[in-house]
């Protein structure tokens, strides 16, 4: 027996006000810690319908206050419902209920967004589109210690080499209440069915039947069986009591799906290698496990070698090739302690229902179960009497897991002057990198602090690096009430990283009382990438002393990353307090403010006569307030709160004559964008809305470094002049004066100095754009003192070293130093100056004019140049293409705001790739015909959308049947060469399937192989994959270079997969099996002359985009550029 932690519902309905109707609902699984708890009285709207998410879909609603209805298959839209205003999302079955649609229904951050499951869908569709039905919501759910329990039973054997066969009987869904698990139980029933038939004989091996709970909650099940029985570490093993001890020679899991009837061997899972690197000692160290039970399928199942796999050492394969979905093993577990451990898992299956609300016994494919539950128990049968079952392995694998334990602590001042004030019952966590989720495996480990704030977490499930652990304390309304310090007072002095440097660790962490601020939108609207650097200000603008967040794990980066992008954050501040967010990513600086700005200064600006620091600092807002709880329409705020203070600054500049053609431009192109977004979101229209404010933010945040660096180079400027000062004081002096006397040289110099300097105070902006200029002038005082000193050492230095030089070698050397010589030229000079008063003010007169002519009639000019490549190939459509320029993922956000941007204006169509899961590898998606008993394998996958033929026309290469559907999902198109090869014709188009990923598709077309090679995109390449093993060290290079630094570089073609190796999918059925964004193609412009709506996306984005105008093709990328005008003017003056 043993105790997890887990969220627990406690019930949830919907009440419809005017009729008193309840509809039961059902909670869906936290955002980290933060429960769809609602307050005790319950959240009151008119319910909506939202469709899909789009914004779009929410046009002529009032979104702000309502409770949306939205279809399961959102992905991530229901994030736009609450950006918009929405007080709760309730999900209804719109047919797309699948394991990553579920994956997208929670996030790692504890963002505040009640989300709900309702199985009377029809009923709430009716009524929301009944319009005016006010609806209340309560619910409850509770993160509770449960009890549960691992049970084992025992069949001896002749000899002490124990087997345990192990399978997981619980189950996991997004929605906890409804985790009916039919498919996942498949494990357990294969374990119940091969030990019975085990029991009927006399095995030589021992054999112990382990069945294990809280699979799903980070392995834990199988975690607390080997911390309690069976560790390799001395350190561990000695606080096992002999009698609980169970040494075992080979631990093989079960984890077993009915979608495909074969059964595979695995040596590892994703769990501990979420990027799917591969362990290579751990794969040759039990190897010959997997190889012996290939030898007893071959002699118990002769006619069926594909029966079961050897997917530890596949001939010419990997184990990647086998494991379609990321699953985590608990053999992973029994690795990660030191001893042998294999999985029996099923190969070829996304386990599509896993996580979902519909993993029913009706989905179940018995057939499959019972042939892979055949397998097995011939199998284990073969090994339990084989004495010559285990191999002689002279590898050790090592015991990583360590302990870590702790207390979790809130500073009291009023009572003590060190924090030791208990915080009972808070949830303590820490999340595992990369993945959110191993197939409905949760990576979040989550305990509990009992009465004295004390924690334990056992075998903690990271082999290196630090383990940054989060604890959070809730209130019964599910509100986060305490979080982590990250202040002076909290992880500045007691850490929240702890090294994972020992067997058993110890840490104490603060927690502050508090409230939480949900903020949402974090992209760089710049490069369209996810943000990855928080700073939180007070509202004058310090860092406060108690505060917190959570967002990315300190020191991680999300900016490069392909998927799992985190795109929230919460922000925790003392109650009652104001809060300003700036964020921005490793490379580009700050990208997205969050300040509170007044709205008056972007509806009424000011002019640069009333200019001054106390608008400034009213431009630079007074913060929001974390008892809010949520900032809405987030990209308006950031936006304004950016055009705002940029509006200040550059009036302030324009007040004392310095401008920026280049970043007036963009801040007078952002107000009218942010004046319009304004006028839509008053008229409902949320996506002219949200583009707008998209379009505002971009501008803005383009011109928004270069605002401030304009000022700041302005009083860089003057410590240039004081550089010039400070000679030009020493010439002066000699030229009028001349004393001899060094003080009274020092003294006229000193004050010339000072008199010039009060004279630039009046006539050089800089000390009215500084807020302290006086410490510019102290600065570089004190800089020139020492280098005085300095020379002086060094001189004095110099000198004693030519005496010793002198005293060793008995040479008497006489010479001059440079600098003395310099300086008596330059002295002789002055006085031939002083002589010939009339030559030297005629001179210097005319170097004054020429001076003042160059600065008069000359000007840098700052401006947008578009940097255009012309490319050799002609365009297949009059478009645009937008990929990377190395084949690199694109993140959801760039085709989002792509869509926001061409909406209306034109037709654009996504393009994904379901490629090998490392660069360097070669996929093998095996599939078969079962109509004609034929298989074959892809090398990739490519997502098409319905809307790619109104711009490329691929369908003009279809030879039989027909081009994807709006909302299809299971079908397909092959190429001929594939269709060949299966015995697939043209007449079996529409009727015949083939079976793969664990699911049946239906092949819609066929497409001509030889045609298909030869289209090109716009890029000039072909639209299939990239092949990962030619172009690896290419791809790999790309991953580490600065995309800033990119955009000047050529472009250089790659080499793709032959079209004859790949199948077509939808594009939305291929992201949700692991495919990532890769390319966009944009066509069908409504206007013929497009070029403007292209150069006015490419203003705001960093992006490289192909567009084929006319018989040209031009890559396109917008840059800063300068120059100098005027020039011409100077012929005559000079």
């Not at 209804?92 to 996030?107: P, S």
């Not at 001076?851 to 000359?858: D, G, N, P």
């Not at 630094?1045 to 594009?1067: S, T």
Request: hydrophobic share 40%; aromatic share 10%.
């Amino acid at each position: 027996e043993f105790q997890v932690t887990v969220p627990v519902d406690e019930g949830a309905e919907l009440e419809v006000l005017s009729t008193g109707e309840k509809v039961p609902l059902y909670c869906l699984w936290p955002n980290e810690v933060r429960t769809p708890t609602l307050p005790k009285e319950g959240v009151t709207g008119e319910l909506i319908y939202g469709g899909k998410g789009e914004f779009r879909d929410f046009n002529g609603k009032q979104v702000e206050g309502s409770i949306v209805l939205m279809d399961f298959g959102c992905g991530l839209n229901y994030i736009n419902a609450r950006m918009l205003g929405a007080k709760a999302v309730i999900f209804v079955d719109g047919g797309v209920v699948d394991r990553k649609q579920a994956e997208d229904k929670f996030l790692r951050v504890p963002v505040d967004i009640p989300r709900f499951w309702a199985e009377d869908g029809r009923r709430l569709l009716e009524l929301a589109r009944s319009g005016g039905c006010t609806v209340r919501l309560r619910a409850r759910m509770e993160w509770k210690n449960v009890r549960t329990w691992n049970v084992y039973g025992y069949l001896p054997g002749s000899d002490d080499d124990l087997i345990v066969l192990e399978a997981y009987y619980d189950a996991i869904s997004v929605v906890p209440k409804l985790a009916v698990g039919a498919d996942q139980a498949c494990g357990i029933t294969a374990l119940l069915e091969v030990a019975e038939v085990l029991s009927r004989m006399r095995p030589r091996h021992p054999v112990l039947f382990l069945a294990t709970s809280a699979h799903f909650q980070g392995l834990s099940g199988i975690s607390h069986f080997l911390h309690r029985h069976s560790r390799e570490s001395g350190y561990f093993r000695r606080r096992i009591p002999e009698d609980r001890r169970i040494d075992f020679r080979l631990f093989v899991g079960l984890d077993l799906s009915s979608h495909d009837g074969r059964t595979a061997a695995f040596s590892q899972g994703t769990f501990f290698y979420p990027t799917w690197a591969t362990d290579h000692f751990v794969k040759n160290t039990l190897a010959p496990y997997a190889l012996k039970f290939k030898s007893y399928s071959d002699a118990l199942f002769p006619s069926e070698p594909g029966r079961y796999i050897n997917a530890i050492t596949p001939p010419k394969r990997t184990w990647k090739d086998f494991m379609s979905a990321p699953l985590g093993l608990d053999s992973e577990m029994v690795v990660f302690v030191g001893k042998h451990g294999i999985t029996l898992a099923t190969p070829y299956d996304i386990r599509e229902r896993v996580d979902t609300p519909l993993d029913r016994p009706e989905y179940v494919d018995i057939s499959n179960l019972t042939k892979q539950i055949r397998t097995i128990a011939g199998l284990i049968s073969c090994a339990a009497l084989d004495p010559g079952f285990f191999p002689e392995i002279k590898m050790v694998i090592r015991d990583e897991a360590h302990d870590l334990k702790g207390h979790i602590y809130w500073w009291d001042p009023k009572k003590s002057f060190t924090p030791n004030v208990p915080v009972p019952g808070a949830i303590v966590t820490y999340q595992l990198p990369e993945m959110k989720t191993n197939c409905g495996v949760r990576r979040l480990m989550v305990t509990m602090a009992d009465e004295k704030g004390e924690f334990k977490f056992e075998n903690i499930r990271q082999r290196r690096g630090s383990i940054e652990v989060r604890a959070y304390k809730l209130d019964d309304e599910g509100r986060i009430t305490f979080a982590p310090d990250m202040g002076r007072e909290g992880n500045e002095m007691y850490p929240i990283n702890v090294r994972n440097d020992w067997w058993e660790l110890e840490m104490m962490e603060v927690l502050f009382r508090c409230e939480a601020l949900s903020i949402f939108d974090l992209v760089d609207p710049r490069y369209l990438s996810a943000l990855d650097v928080l700073n939180v200000l007070t509202p004058d603008n310090a860092t406060p002393v108690k505060y917190g967040y959570t967002f990315l794990p300190q020191n991680a980066s999300q900016s490069q990353k392909e998927r799992d992008i985190v795109v929230a954050a919460v922000i925790f501040g003392e109650p009652g307090s104001r809060l300003k967010v700036l964020m921005g990513t490793s490379l580009f600086g700050i990208k997205y403010l969050l300040t509170n700005a007044p709205e008056d200064l972007l509806t009424n600006p000011i002019s640069p006569k009333d200019a001054s620091p106390e608008v400034l600092e009213r431009a630079l807002g007074e913060g929001y307030k974390v008892s809010e709880g949520i900032v809405t329409c987030p990209a308006y705020k950031v936006a304004k709160d950016m055009w705002v203070v940029d509006d200040v600054r550059l009036k302030t500049l324009a007040k004392y004559a310095v401008k920026n053609e280049r970043i007036e431009e963009l801040h007078e192109r952002a107000r009218r964008a942010l004046v319009r977004a304004k006028e839509y979101k008053d008229k409902l229209q949320y996506d002219k809305f949200v583009a707008s404010a998209r379009e505002a933010w971009g501008l803005e945040a383009r011109g928004y470094p270069d605002v401030k660096a304009t000022a700041n180079d302005t009083v860089r400027g003057v410590v240039f002049y004081f550089a010039l000062l400070l000679p030009f004081s020493f010439f002066l002096e000699r030229l009028l004066f001349g004393f001899t006397k060094i003080t009274r040289q020092v003294g006229a110099t000193a004050a010339i100095f000072v008199g010039v300097f009060f004279v630039l105070q009046f006539v050089h902006p800089a000390f009215s754009l500084s807020r302290s200029p006086y410490v510019i002038f102290q600065g570089f005082v004190i800089l020139a003192m020492g280098m005085v000193v300095l020379a002086l050492v060094v001189s004095k230095f110099n000198q004693e070293m030519r005496k010793m030089r002198r005293t060793g070698s008995g040479v008497y050397e006489a010479d001059v130093g440079r600098v003395s010589a310099t300086v008596a030229a330059i002295n002789l000079g002055i006085n031939n100056l002083r002589r010939r008063p009339l030559r030297a003010g005629l001179t210097a007169t005319t170097l004054i004019l020429l001076t003042f002519t160059v600065l008069s009639f000359t000007s840098v000019r700052t401006f947008i140049k578009f940097y255009k490549l012309s490319r050799p190939n002609e365009p297949p459509y009059q478009g645009a293409l937008i990929r990377d320029r190395n084949w690199r993922g694109l993140q959801n956000s760039v085709l989002e705001y792509t869509r926001s941007a061409f909406e209306g204006e034109a037709v654009v169509s996504p393009r994904s790739w379901y490629m090998a899961k490392t660069i360097g590898d070669k996929l093998f998606l095996d599939f078969y015909v079962p109509s004609t008993g034929k298989s074959s394998f892809a090398n990739g996958v490519v997502g098409f959308t319905p809307q790619e033929t109104e711009i490329t026309g691929l369908d003009s290469l279809l030879v039989a049947g027909r081009w994807f559907r709006e909302g299809e999902r299971k079908v397909c198109i092959l190429p001929t060469e594939m269709a060949e090869l299966v015995g697939i014709r043209k007449e079996d188009v529409g009727k015949v399937k083939i079976r793969a990923l664990g699911s049946e598709f239906t092949v819609i077309g066929l497409i001509d192989s030889k045609k298909l090679n030869l289209f090109k995109d716009m890029d000039g390449e072909k639209v299939t994959p990239v092949n990962t093993v030619t172009e690896q060290s290419r791809l790999q290079k790309a991953l580490k270079e600065n995309p800033a630094l990119q955009a000047r570089a050529p472009i250089q073609a790659f080499l793709h997969l032959e079209a004859g190796n790949v199948i077509l999918m939808p594009y939305q059925y291929v992201m949700d099996i692991g495919g990532t964004l890769r390319s966009i193609a944009i066509g069908r412009f409504k206007r013929e002359d497009f070029i403007p709506y292209i150069e006015e996306f490419m203003t705001r984005v960093a992006l490289t985009m192909f567009v084929g105008k006319g018989d040209k093709v031009v890559v396109y990328s917008s840059l800063g550029a300068t120059s100098l005008s005027g020039v011409r003017n100077l012929l005559v003056p000079v």
